[in-house]
């Protein structure tokens, strides 16, 4: 490379954000996913070993998903395919292909493609990769915020291993961030007083990326303003977003939640609206109040009540429409409803119960009779023989199995007598008692 090629290349990195120049090139520097990329992890082991697997990174937005992949490449001298799911169809994935099989013949390098967002994939072009995932040509990468086992074909799902990434932590965040003060930003002389750094952190809320352009957002602030140190007023000014009022740890803001939470769930209205209103006043985000009930609305009202989550909703819809003050209005409305709501936790329960059943037991083969013979092969299998339509019968309610056979007659939701889960309960009991009895009594 010429010198002036050199020093346009220089100034073009200068010239990327702050988040894609501080991007570690190797797993020792890649932060807060230790069971994932660590000492004695299967990616460290892998990338060790020269021996790489196609994988689905599924976490949420900056975790590291395209981070990782990266530094997979890098260090196994891979030849590394970037490939965005939103913008690419059948067409480049066939030059992608290509691509790899030039890079084996001519340079015996392996390839890496890496498919950010492969959830938007449609199931056509997921098939694309099929065969040449199975026979090695490619080690495909797939990033995805979604649960890869409704977004990826089951086909590829089984040739890939899912490594699940979580939200960074408050200790990985804060590493990340005095790299960037040392590194990324080491030339600009500007410092951060603890308590602004301590709130860039909360406010990432686990995302390295997010983190990073705050960062660089209130660092350009301060070089406009000829600060030398940044405090929490500047950050303010900066990402015009009010600080929290709360301790440096941020023990305040989750006992507070904790607290409003609590209230809600112990039918206290006056305590929530306290509660709530005390967040709201300390700039607490509205939003993450509006994502806690629509949580609440689920995990401790439940079908007690179903147009509890409908309520939670439609306080966050109105809270987006309308903003501050107005917008309040409609949370503290949504927090006494259900806060007065009855309440119920029996699906939180029963949802808690079947992940660890599907843990122990894995993925159990659909019963044969109620899969779906779509095809004349299908048919010849067994696929559907036997299979009771529920319309044929009396109240549309026919007893036959519908669980793996290895799970037996196995119940894990138990309505509460309370509100709307007492008719559930009486309707499940009646149904539950007609199937012991085996009554089957069909309508004309």
Not at 189 to 197: F, R
Not at 311 to 317: F, I, K, M, P, Y
Not at 411 to 433: I, N
């Amino acid at each position: 490379m010429e010198l002036f090629e050199y020093q346009s290349e220089r100034e073009f990195d200068s010239e990327k954000p702050l988040a894609e120049r501080m991007r570690p090139k190797s797993l020792d520097d890649f932060a807060g996913q230790d069971a994932v990329a660590g000492s004695d992890s299967p990616i460290r082991h892998a990338v060790e070993s020269d021996h790489i697997f196609s994988m689905i990174l599924w976490g949420p937005p900056g975790c590291g998903k395209t981070t990782l992949a990266g530094i997979i490449a890098e260090q196994t001298h891979s030849h590394f395919i970037h490939f965005s799911a939103v913008l690419s169809g059948v067409k480049e994935i066939r030059a992608v292909i290509e691509e790899a099989r030039r890079q084996r013949q001519m340079f015996r390098k392996k390839t890496i493609v890496f498919v950010d967002e492969i959830h938007r994939f449609s199931k056509n072009q997921q098939d694309s990769f099929l065969h040449h995932v199975e026979s090695g040509l490619i080690t495909l990468i797939g990033a995805t915020t979604e649960n890869p086992s409704f977004e990826v074909i089951a086909p590829l799902l089984s040739r890939c291993r899912v490594i699940v990434l979580q939200s960074l932590s408050e200790e990985a965040l804060g590493s990340i961030l005095r790299r960037a003060l040392k590194k990324g930003m080491g030339t600009s002389g500007i410092s951060l007083k603890p308590e602004a750094a301590s709130h860039l952190i909360r406010l990432a809320d686990g995302d390295a990326r997010s983190l990073l352009n705050s960062l660089e957002i209130s660092l350009r602030f301060a070089q406009a303003a000829g600060i030398a140190e940044i405090n929490l007023q500047h950050l303010e000014k900066a990402l015009q977003k009010t600080s929290l009022r709360y301790d440096k740890s941020g023990e305040e803001h989750y006992s507070l939640i904790s607290a409003f939470h609590k209230s809600m769930r112990g039918s206290d209205p006056d305590a929530a609206l306290y509660w709530l209103v005390r967040m709201l006043e300390a700039g607490e985000d509205p939003f993450y109040i509006a994502r806690r009930m629509v949580r609440f609305a689920s995990e401790d009202v439940g079908n007690a009540d179903p147009f509890a989550l409908r309520v939670a909703l439609d306080a966050n819809a109105s809270y987006r429409f309308l903003g501050s003050p107005e917008g309040e209005l409609a949370l503290a409305q949504a927090a006494v409803y259900l806060a007065t709501a009855p309440k119920s936790n029996s699906i939180y329960a029963a949802y808690g119960e079947v992940k660890e059943i599907i843990r122990k037991t894995g993925a159990l083969p659909v019963p044969l009779h109620i899969r779906n013979a779509v095809t004349e092969l299908m048919k010849d299998l067994g696929y559907g023989k036997g299979y009771l339509y529920a319309h044929d019968f009396r109240d549309a309610c026919v007893h036959q199995e519908y669980l793996p056979e290895e799970l037996g007659e196995m119940r894990w939701y138990h309505p509460a007598d309370r509100g709307y889960e007492q008719t559930v309960k009486a309707r499940l009991d009646r149904q539950r008692k007609g199937k012991t009895e085996k009554k089957q009594t069909k309508t004309v």
